[in-house]
């Protein structure tokens, strides 16, 4: 099962090389991570997107939540969420195409950001299955490169992570 | 105030942490480190003859006596050899402080003299490690870092200063205590979990305590007894564990896994609620997890580490908590509810433990002419009285001490348990005669182990540690010759080792006694002249063994825990 894990952690030199040594060291999967520091500098956040059985993503949060720097962990898949990505695409944008691809990006609500003669570079942002179904919709031979943030996602509603700057603020999860 | 270089800082955080003993090398990087410690008198420098070896001998002051243990190495190849050291002490939770020097902050990512990425190296094997590039964040550096070593699971911390750190200037203010957040371990267990805990306890009919590691590393082997005793239910200690419930007591069933009893195996196996206490249901306890998954049980788990629960075996009940703290909450509650589990069901369950006890699966035959590795072992149970520090290598000899010698106390039975790192014996009894000068220290070791780490004769010579060494001399690797013997073949590829050393030679030229013992009735009276004419040397007792002298009972790896491997020619 996929799932999506939002991690607080100190915005420290190497606090990203502990995540990503661990998912290595355990040989958990991951399949994007994205990482930058919140309104608060001291702070980073991370978000992973893995997969695993129950058992496994259970371990990983907790192996998460052992690490030192980490602050909060939550399976923000496990409740309602809101995932988005951006992907920067450059396409060869000739005679008939350009008004194709342009058509193209208007249906996916997308920019294009920048214009050349002969090429398009089309901003994107939308769930990862979207962005991947965009990369469908075009004919392979007209890419020329594309890149990806990687997720990153929010829970719905009142569901807020955030350090609450006091002795107690390490969650862990205790199983029922 | 006055200013204080960053070396001094370091040696007046040590000092700050009461440190007694240090142990390291100096090169380059921890010059003024080590100019810092020649200006003072508090703390004492164990120079030892490989780094390696002050790792593990910090790790073995550590383990014999709940303190933190300190290293202190230079940069590059210093903090390379220190690395099997710091694997060795994360895999068994000891904790420890190394501090590594490093080259100067305008250096680093230069490919300098003696460089490397030391925080990089270590990462995968510490609990957690710092790199400190400013001056004035080094005292509360090295308070975290005592902080995180010895708190919640304990571990090795790394701390990486720069030379030019330690030669700047600040003010010296060293924090009493201190708060992270992103660091909270939890100490108390759920209420309600213990609760449910209690409970199963009471209604089992084959219960079972497993306690590991952590009993020990908690100090809760007091309440561990109690609550054992309490119950009246039978106990297993892990290799890790050994001592934490005394050995020679009746509801004492010996170590579980792969080298286990009889009687400790199946009752693992066949308990209807399993107490699991600081262990981790490790692939040499337990055998094959989905084997031990098979059988219907109840577990329940103790342990500091949320992350050691449900990790390889399902759990039934969690808890997450330090060790005393919960088996003291266990005892309130049995003791408020004036509850015992129904003597007559305890009773049948014993007389079944009691039939797999009859089958005495640690006997051995002697021979005539040959020394038998186990008679060894129960020779110097007899003469230490079972009252010494036993360090151990790891191998064949490692699992005859532990099968053999009864350990009544905790922290008298040090062995590389997780990592399995051979030629940890000798600097683990340096560490642990240290820090109990009073006591006997014995390591147990093989002829193949001891040469890993030969070198720091010296340093015991150095510093006047007088250790015993009892070498298992079989001219095999023995556990690997074991493993070819039964699972391949027979082809003794490469665990026969040709030249060894004349180690009584060997012993002399370091200024120690050496004794080589070939003869069973020479045992004894070998043992009894170490450990009383020379209760001030180190003796190195040759004894030369059986070579054909297996370990049984044995759980091969992947087979469950039942389907043990009896002595073949009793």
Same mark, same amino acid.
């Given at each position: 099962?996929?799932?999506? !894990?939002? /991690?607080?952690?100190?915005? %420290? +030199?190497?606090?990203?090389? *502990?995540?990503?040594? &661990?998912?290595?060291? $355990? @040989?958990?999967?991951?399949?994007?991570?994205?990482?930058?520091?919140?309104?608060?500098?001291?702070?980073?956040?991370?978000?992973?997107?893995?997969?695993?059985?129950?058992?496994?993503?259970?371990?990983?949060?907790?192996?998460?939540?052992?690490?030192?720097?980490? !602050?909060? /962990?939550?399976?923000?898949? %496990? +409740?309602?969420?809101?995932? *988005?990505?951006?992907? &920067?695409?450059?396409? $060869? @944008?000739?005679?008939?195409?350009?008004?194709?691809?342009?058509?193209?990006?208007?249906?996916?609500?997308?920019?294009?950001?920048?214009?050349?003669?002969?090429?398009?570079?089309?901003?994107?942002?939308?769930?990862?299955?979207?962005?991947?179904?965009?990369?469908?919709?075009?004919?392979?031979?007209?890419?020329?490169?594309?890149?990806?943030?990687?997720?990153?996602?929010?829970?719905?509603?009142?569901?807020?992570?955030?350090?609450?700057?006091?002795?107690?603020?390490?969650?862990?999860?205790?199983?029922? | 105030?006055?200013?204080?270089?960053?070396?001094?800082?370091?040696?007046?955080?040590?000092?700050?942490?009461?440190?007694?003993?240090?142990?390291?090398?100096?090169?380059?990087?921890?010059?003024?480190?080590?100019?810092?410690?020649?200006?003072?008198?508090?703390?004492?420098?164990?120079?030892?003859?490989?780094?390696?070896?002050?790792?593990?001998?910090?790790?073995?002051?550590?383990?014999?006596?709940?303190?933190?243990?300190?290293?202190?190495?230079?940069?590059?190849?210093?903090?390379?050899?220190?690395?099997?050291?710091?694997?060795?002490?994360?895999?068994?939770?000891?904790?420890?402080?190394?501090?590594?020097?490093?080259?100067?902050?305008?250096?680093?990512?230069?490919?300098?003299?003696?460089?490397?990425?030391?925080?990089?190296?270590?990462?995968?094997?510490?609990?957690?490690?710092?790199?400190?590039?400013?001056?004035?964040?080094?005292?509360?550096?090295?308070?975290?870092?005592?902080?995180?070593?010895?708190?919640?699971?304990?571990?090795?911390?790394?701390?990486?200063?720069?030379?030019?750190?330690?030669?700047?200037?600040?003010?010296?203010?060293?924090?009493?205590?201190?708060?992270?957040?992103?660091?909270?371990?939890?100490?108390?267990?759920?209420?309600?979990?213990?609760?449910?805990?209690?409970?199963?306890?009471?209604?089992?009919?084959?219960?079972?305590?497993?306690?590991?590691?952590?009993?020990?590393?908690?100090?809760?082997?007091?309440?561990?007894?109690?609550?054992?005793?309490?119950?009246?239910?039978?106990?297993?200690?892990?290799?890790?564990?050994?001592?934490?419930?005394?050995?020679?007591?009746?509801?004492?069933?010996?170590?579980?896994?792969?080298?286990?009893?009889?009687?400790?195996?199946?009752?693992?196996?066949?308990?209807?609620?399993?107490?699991?206490?600081?262990?981790?249901?490790?692939?040499?306890?337990?055998?094959?997890?989905?084997?031990?998954?098979?059988?219907?049980?109840?577990?329940?788990?103790?342990?500091?580490?949320?992350?050691?629960?449900?990790?390889?075996?399902?759990?039934?009940?969690?808890?997450?908590?330090?060790?005393?703290?919960?088996?003291?909450?266990?005892?309130?509650?049995?003791?408020?509810?004036?509850?015992?589990?129904?003597?007559?069901?305890?009773?049948?369950?014993?007389?079944?433990?009691?039939?797999?006890?009859?089958?005495?699966?640690?006997?051995?035959?002697?021979?005539?002419?040959?020394?038998?590795?186990?008679?060894?072992?129960?020779?110097?149970?007899?003469?230490?009285?079972?009252?010494?520090?036993?360090?151990?290598?790891?191998?064949?000899?490692?699992?005859?001490?532990?099968?053999?010698?009864?350990?009544?106390?905790?922290?008298?039975?040090?062995?590389?348990?997780?990592?399995?790192?051979?030629?940890?014996?000798?600097?683990?009894?340096?560490?642990?005669?240290?820090?109990?000068?009073?006591?006997?220290?014995?390591?147990?070791?093989?002829?193949?182990?001891?040469?890993?780490?030969?070198?720091?004769?010296?340093?015991?010579?150095?510093?006047?540690?007088?250790?015993?060494?009892?070498?298992?001399?079989?001219?095999?690797?023995?556990?690997?010759?074991?493993?070819?013997?039964?699972?391949?073949?027979?082809?003794?590829?490469?665990?026969?080792?040709?030249?060894?050393?004349?180690?009584?030679?060997?012993?002399?030229?370091?200024?120690?006694?050496?004794?080589?013992?070939?003869?069973?009735?020479?045992?004894?009276?070998?043992?009894?002249?170490?450990?009383?004419?020379?209760?001030?040397?180190?003796?190195?007792?040759?004894?030369?063994?059986?070579?054909?002298?297996?370990?049984?009972?044995?759980?091969?790896?992947?087979?469950?825990?039942?389907?043990?491997?009896?002595?073949?020619?009793?």
């Amino acid at each position: 099962m996929r799932h999506i !894990i939002s /991690v607080l952690l100190e915005n %420290e +030199a190497g606090a990203l090389s *502990r995540v990503a040594g &661990l998912f290595s060291a $355990r @040989a958990y999967n991951i399949e994007t991570l994205t990482v930058a520091p919140t309104e608060d500098v001291s702070l980073s956040r991370l978000t992973i997107v893995t997969s695993g059985t129950d058992a496994v993503i259970e371990q990983i949060t907790k192996q998460l939540n052992k690490l030192i720097d980490v !602050i909060k /962990v939550v399976d923000l898949s %496990e +409740a309602a969420h809101i995932e *988005r990505e951006l992907m &920067l695409i450059k396409v $060869r @944008a000739t005679g008939k195409d350009r008004e194709e691809l342009k058509r193209l990006a208007d249906i996916f609500r997308g920019h294009i950001i920048d214009v050349t003669e002969s090429t398009y570079v089309v901003e994107l942002t939308a769930s990862g299955a979207k962005l991947d179904s965009f990369i469908q919709a075009i004919d392979a031979g007209l890419i020329l490169e594309t890149v990806r943030t990687g997720v990153c996602g929010i829970g719905r509603g009142e569901r807020i992570l955030k350090s609450l700057i006091r002795a107690n603020c390490r969650t862990v999860k205790e199983i029922p | 105030m006055t200013m204080m270089t960053g070396a001094e800082i370091v040696i007046r955080c040590l000092q700050e942490e009461k440190v007694e003993y240090v142990f390291g090398y100096p090169g380059g990087s921890v010059l003024h480190i080590y100019d810092a410690l020649f200006k003072q008198d508090q703390i004492k420098h164990i120079l030892v003859r490989h780094e390696q070896a002050a790792v593990h001998a910090a790790d073995g002051l550590a383990r014999s006596s709940h303190k933190v243990g300190v290293a202190l190495v230079t940069s590059g190849p210093g903090a390379t050899n220190a690395v099997t050291g710091i694997a060795t002490a994360y895999m068994d939770s000891v904790p420890l402080v190394v501090i590594s020097g490093q080259v100067p902050n305008a250096y680093i990512g230069q490919d300098a003299f003696q460089e490397c990425d030391t925080v990089g190296i270590t990462r995968p094997c510490v609990k957690h490690n710092f790199l400190v590039n400013d001056v004035h964040q080094l005292a509360v550096t090295m308070k975290k870092a005592f902080y995180i070593a010895n708190s919640g699971r304990p571990g090795p911390v790394v701390v990486d200063i720069p030379k030019d750190v330690t030669a700047a200037k600040c003010k010296f203010e060293y924090p009493e205590t201190i708060q992270m957040r992103s660091y909270n371990p939890v100490i108390k267990g759920h209420l309600g979990q213990i609760r449910k805990a209690v409970h199963l306890l009471l209604e089992a009919k084959r219960p079972m305590i497993y306690s590991g590691g952590g009993a020990i590393l908690s100090n809760g082997a007091e309440q561990l007894t109690r609550l054992t005793r309490r119950l009246g239910f039978p106990i297993t200690n892990t290799l890790m564990g050994l001592g934490a419930y005394p050995g020679t007591d009746r509801q004492f069933l010996g170590m579980p896994g792969m080298h286990g009893t009889v009687e400790a195996n199946l009752a693992m196996q066949h308990c209807d609620v399993l107490l699991a206490i600081g262990a981790r249901f490790d692939d040499r306890v337990i055998g094959n997890p989905d084997n031990f998954s098979s059988l219907p049980r109840k577990i329940i788990h103790v342990d500091i580490d949320p992350s050691s629960i449900s990790k390889r075996v399902k759990v039934d009940v969690p808890i997450v908590g330090n060790v005393p703290d919960v088996l003291e909450e266990m005892l309130r509650l049995l003791d408020a509810g004036n509850a015992s589990p129904d003597p007559e069901v305890l009773a049948a369950w014993w007389h079944e433990i009691e039939e797999w006890r009859a089958k005495q699966c640690m006997k051995y035959r002697m021979k005539k002419s040959i020394i038998m590795p186990q008679y060894v072992m129960e020779k110097l149970y007899e003469v230490t009285g079972g009252k010494a520090i036993v360090t151990s290598d790891v191998g064949q000899h490692q699992m005859w001490a532990a099968q053999y010698y009864k350990f009544d106390e905790p922290r008298r039975w040090l062995n590389s348990g997780g990592l399995g790192t051979m030629g940890v014996g000798l600097p683990y009894a340096m560490g642990a005669a240290l820090q109990h000068p009073e006591m006997q220290v014995a390591c147990v070791t093989g002829e193949g182990s001891i040469q890993m780490c030969i070198q720091e004769l010296s340093t015991a010579k150095q510093f006047r540690l007088p250790i015993k060494i009892i070498n298992l001399n079989n001219r095999y690797l023995g556990m690997v010759r074991q493993w070819q013997e039964m699972f391949y073949g027979s082809r003794y590829s490469e665990s026969y080792m040709d030249s060894l050393p004349d180690f009584v030679k060997l012993a002399e030229a370091y200024g120690h006694v050496g004794m080589r013992i070939e003869k069973p009735e020479d045992v004894e009276p070998a043992l009894r002249k170490a450990f009383i004419e020379h209760k001030d040397d180190l003796v190195f007792m040759d004894f030369i063994t059986d070579q054909k002298a297996n370990v049984f009972p044995m759980v091969a790896a992947g087979k469950g825990l039942a389907d043990m491997i009896l002595t073949e020619d009793l």
